[in-house]
């Protein structure tokens, strides 16, 4: 099936670094989601974009959905240790009752305290 | 927010065995449901859309008869994986779709199935 690429696969940084890590795709996507899976877990929900050029924060996540509707973009700021995880960008294409979501590659992200 | 729960957490079975997951949305009403495969290291792939009162959508690529979807109620949903073999060992997760202005997913805690 179809996935969204993901960059960087896999990021190390040390505790209080900022992280960027970005999603992009050769069609337009009308909803980006980021989330976040922890080992042995489903993926929680980090942010959520409805518009195109939208910047929403949640707390130190920041998420922008690109102009062209084809990428987003998720900011992790002064990161701690319990930012390790796998984060995923999802796209969401179809309105109405379908609504299926196409993820990505995946960030794996490791936070040396 | 919503929460979704899946039953097993965890499951081992024999070769040639069915097993069968649920997942329930604890807090709100889902007329649709989704299922996901996750291999190790992988991204989640989904496998069929489940609507209640009527047929599961699969993806291509995807037995039907295989995987068995039953959307029975507005709050559960129940993926039967039949005659399982060794390549059938995955993580399986479940999400529920909740509908109104973030009209968006949320994710079961997922089954780990392993096929001997």
């Known amino acids: 099936g179809q996935q969204l690429n993901q960059s960087p696969q896999s990021m190390f940084i040390q505790e209080g670094e900022d992280v960027s890590m970005n999603c992009t795709s050769s069609s337009i996507f009308n909803t980006w989601l980021w989330y976040k899976q922890e080992p042995g877990e489903g993926p929680v929900l980090l942010i959520a974009?409805?518009?195109?050029?939208e910047l929403t924060s949640n707390g130190r996540l920041t998420a922008q959905f690109g102009i062209t509707r084809k990428d987003s973009f998720l900011n992790i700021s002064a990161s701690i240790p319990s930012d390790v995880g796998i984060y995923f960008c999802?796209?969401?294409?179809?309105?109405?009752?379908?609504?299926?979501?196409?993820f990505g590659t995946g960030t794996l992200l490791a936070v040396q305290p | 927010g919503a929460v979704v729960s899946q039953h097993p957490s965890r499951v081992i079975c024999k070769s040639g065995t069915s097993v069968k997951i649920e997942c329930r949305s604890l807090?709100?009403?889902?007329?649709?449901m989704f299922w996901y495969r996750q291999f190790p290291k992988q991204s989640l792939m989904l496998m069929a859309t489940?609507?209640?009162?009527?047929?599961?959508?699969?993806e291509q690529g995807v037995e039907k008869d295989k995987f068995l979807i039953n959307h029975a109620s507005l709050t559960l949903s129940t993926l039967t994986v039949t005659s399982a073999h060794p390549e059938d060992s995955s993580f399986y997760i479940c999400?529920?779709?909740?509908?109104?202005?973030?009209?968006?997913?949320?994710f079961g805690p997922g089954t780990r199935l392993t096929v001997l």
């Open positions: 489940s609507n209640e009162g009527s047929k599961a959508t699969y």
């Open positions: 999802a796209g969401l294409r179809d309105g109405g009752a379908t609504n299926k979501l196409i």
């Open positions: 807090d709100f009403q889902a007329t649709t």
């Open positions: 974009l409805y518009k195109a050029g």
């Open positions: 999400s529920a779709r909740s509908s109104g202005v973030w009209d968006t997913q949320y």
